[in-house]
């Protein structure tokens, strides 16, 4: 049998997703309690994967992985699953197709909070976000891997803003690598008009030309679901738990001390 199970997690304990030898990662506290209550013998075996790996500091409120298990399983596994580990919580399940590979997935839904000063340009922000959707070359807005194509289509951006704090969402099938946090840090100083928007245009229509806009902090980032085809079973009680994750990033980037120029260069 093949199951998806859902979960959330919160980054800042982490020293990113992906297991790594030594460093405690979510990817590897996963691994290690899905061992130790043999629910899998290793991860190659039984076919472990994961949607999504997210960088350090950035946490999720709908990641997904993926397994082989050689009995039958229920939603109640996910109690034993969540008795075992600490800042991560599993609240969806779902039987699945033996193919099933959770990185092909239809939509990926990221969102970023940027707390800004009263002198930001909410309009320049605005005029910004519209030139990334739709189908473009983010060469100059991810880091960049020879392996991994660069062009990639963004659906939607959809801003909210709460006082002085802005909710940046991104939908996609597929980002590439830090895309997300260093639009928003190109965005963000469009907003304090440090650039000008003609420099992104020209990053984005002209990528062999190489640009740096900065990276924003990943604290702020949440990887907020992973849809496919089908719909998870919840647990509502864990389902409920996981949304504590988003108000602690919320916490976090009201209360954020540090300078803005410094924690957007990382």
């Known amino acids: 049998m093949r199951y998806a199970l859902k979960f959330?997690?919160?980054?800042?304990?982490?020293?990113?997703?992906?297991?790594?030898?030594n460093v405690y990662t979510v990817e590897g506290a996963i691994i290690n309690t899905l061992e130790i209550l043999r629910l899998i013998n290793n991860p190659?075996?039984?076919?472990?994967?994961?949607?999504?790996?997210?960088?350090?500091?950035?946490?999720?409120?709908?990641?997904?992985?993926?397994?082989?298990?050689?009995?039958?399983?229920?939603?109640?596994?996910?109690?034993?699953?969540?008795?075992?580990?600490?800042?991560?919580?599993?609240?969806?399940?779902?039987?699945?197709?033996?193919?099933?590979?959770?990185?092909?997935?239809?939509l990926r839904h990221y969102?970023?909070?940027?707390?800004?000063?009263?002198?930001?340009?909410?309009?320049?922000f605005l005029e910004g976000a519209n030139?990334?959707?739709?189908?473009?070359?983010?060469?100059?807005?991810?880091?960049?891997?020879?392996?991994?194509?660069?062009?990639?289509?963004?659906?939607?951006?959809?801003?909210?803003?709460?006082?002085?704090?802005?909710?940046?969402?991104?939908?996609?099938?597929?980002?590439?690598?830090?895309?997300?946090?260093?639009?928003?840090?190109?965005?963000?100083?469009?907003?304090?008009h440090e650039i000008d928007i003609n420099e992104v245009k020209m990053a984005l229509e002209k990528p062999d030309e190489r640009k740096f806009f900065g990276i924003a902090r990943g604290e702020n980032l949440v990887l907020v679901d992973v849809k496919y085809e089908f719909e998870f079973e919840f647990n509502e009680s864990f389902r409920r738990k996981a949304k504590e994750i988003e108000e602690r990033v919320i916490e976090r980037a009201m209360t954020d001390s540090l300078d803005r120029r410094k924690s957007f260069s990382r």
């Open 111 to 124: 969102r970023y909070y940027l707390k800004v000063n009263d002198d930001f340009d909410f309009d320049a």
């Open 8 to 21: 959330a997690y919160d980054g800042i304990n982490f020293h990113g997703y992906a297991r790594q030898p």
């Open 44 to 106: 190659k075996i039984n076919r472990f994967r994961s949607a999504s790996r997210t960088d350090k500091g950035v946490s999720a409120l709908g990641n997904v992985i993926a397994f082989d298990c050689y009995y039958d399983l229920s939603i109640e596994v996910l109690r034993e699953i969540n008795e075992e580990l600490d800042d991560i919580w599993f609240y969806g399940f779902k039987e699945v197709d033996q193919k099933f590979y959770p990185r092909f997935a239809k």
């Open 131 to 192: 030139l990334f959707t739709g189908e473009r070359d983010f060469k100059n807005f991810c880091k960049h891997d020879e392996r991994r194509k660069t062009v990639r289509e963004i659906k939607n951006i959809i801003v909210d803003k709460f006082g002085n704090l802005l909710s940046i969402n991104f939908f996609a099938q597929t980002f590439v690598w830090q895309q997300v946090r260093r639009i928003v840090s190109a965005l963000e100083k469009l907003g304090y």
